[in-house]
């Protein structure tokens, strides 16, 4: 079932009569430096890499000694279910979880961060859910085809879509503006954000009643990341559910048909592209391999995001026994592959060798 369907693209974006959300439950002085700070990160993952890496001759730049970096697999999101309608009903229930990842990093805000803490945010928004309140009973509303009236609040002349990451947050939203007959539904990320940009508002406001652990994104920020997100967000998906013995072949099977990134950087001294490996304490080589140029940006080591495909890799590891594998984002949800997983890339095509 589809949220965000019915309004259609060019309907400019209007504050739903009472479901707004009074502008005084986020901070304006912290709003403001969190957009110049957003703002200011936004051109971070735009900055695509010229350079052809030599996959020949993997060099290792930016080495990271992996010990299961970032954060842990989180539980199942399961299906996007409205919730009651008297207060927000919010008992824990399959398809209610709350987005572990984005939970994770917005606990990790100062009162007023960083680029490079708001980039952490960021990249969590591209996986995963987000839960949306409603004013009065979302479940009827769908079932009766009627518009879905989302809570967003005005800042000076600017309209914020309102989005929560889990339980917690939903319940200091409620406490912080006493508002009653409200549900909350969870809707994949991928689609909030770009239902945002169908519209006219100026970005999205994560956890508002949270302070510290809150965020605003300027839309700037989110269109950009959206125009470089692989368009399925195949392997997002599959990182941000919970494991099972099929994912690591899932991942494998989505690679082929994913839009895909590597680290590359020059070495000083040298004229050679090189490619960021991963370490294991073990001293295995991992080629880290990443969803989104953006999950190269929040790692802060001034790498550049350069596209690979699935071929590539395949012949990479193909060319370097040393290599034990890939590591995919790195800073969480990760996931090791060796090269025992990767075998379906790694058969040689007809060709591939003239």
């Given at each position: 079932?589809?949220?965000?369907?019915?309004r259609p693209a060019a309907t400019p974006a209007e504050t739903p009569e009472g479901a707004s959300v009074?502008?005084?439950?986020?901070?304006?002085?912290?709003?403001?430096?969190?957009?110049?700070?957003?703002?200011?990160?936004?051109?971070?993952?735009?900055?695509v890499a010229d350079d052809e890496p030599d996959f020949d001759a993997v060099v290792g730049i930016s080495m990271s000694s992996f010990q299961g970096l970032g954060a842990p697999a989180p539980a199942a999101n399961g299906s996007?279910?409205?919730?009651?309608?008297?207060?927000?009903?919010?008992?824990?229930?399959p398809g209610l979880q709350d987005n572990g990842p984005l939970v994770t990093a917005l606990a990790?805000?100062?009162?007023?961060?960083?680029?490079?803490?708001?980039?952490?945010?960021a990249r969590q928004l591209l996986q995963g859910h987000l839960f949306l309140r409603v004013k009065g009973n979302a479940k009827r509303?769908?079932?009766?085809?009627?518009?879905?009236?989302?809570?967003?609040?005005?800042?000076g002349e600017k309209q914020y879509v309102l989005v929560y990451s889990g339980v917690a947050a939903l319940r200091a939203s409620l406490a912080a503006d006493g508002a009653t007959d409200t549900s909350a539904?969870?809707?994949?990320?991928?689609?909030?954000?770009?239902?945002?940009?169908?519209?006219?508002?100026?970005?999205?406001?994560?956890?508002?009643?949270?302070a510290p652990a809150r965020a605003m994104l300027s839309r700037e920020l989110i269109a950009q990341m959206m125009e470089q997100a692989d368009p399925e967000f195949s392997i997002k998906k599959l990182l941000a559910a919970r494991r099972t013995e099929s994912t690591p072949d899932d991942v494998v099977a989505a690679i082929p048909s994913s839009r895909l990134w590597?680290?590359?950087?020059?070495?000083?001294?040298?004229?050679q592209v090189g490619v960021a490996e991963a370490r294991t304490v073990d001293?295995?080589?991992?080629?880290?391999?990443?969803?989104?140029?953006?999950?190269?940006?929040?790692?802060?080591?001034?790498?550049?995001?350069?596209p690979v495909t699935g071929a590539q890799l395949g012949a990479a590891l193909r060319a370097d026994p040393g290599l034990a594998g890939i590591l995919i984002d790195p800073a969480g949800p990760w996931i090791r592959l060796d090269r025992e997983d990767l075998a379906p890339l790694m058969v040689e095509a007809p060709g591939d060798g003239d």
């Open positions: 079932m589809a949220l965000f369907s019915r009074d502008a005084t439950s986020v901070d304006d002085a912290v709003v403001a430096d969190a957009t110049s700070d957003v703002d200011a990160a936004a051109s971070q993952p735009s900055e996007a279910e409205p919730s009651g309608n008297d207060g927000v009903d919010t008992p824990p229930r990790k805000l100062p009162e007023r961060p960083e680029p490079a803490e708001l980039l952490q945010v509303m769908l079932a009766e085809g009627e518009n879905i009236p989302l809570a967003i609040t005005t800042i539904m969870a809707q994949p990320a991928q689609a909030v954000l770009r239902f945002l940009l169908s519209g006219t508002y100026a970005g999205l406001i994560v956890d508002p009643a949270s590597i680290a590359v950087n020059k070495p000083d001294g040298s004229d001293g295995d080589r991992l080629i880290e391999v990443f969803t989104h140029p953006i999950e190269i940006a929040a790692l802060g080591r001034g790498d550049r995001p350069a």
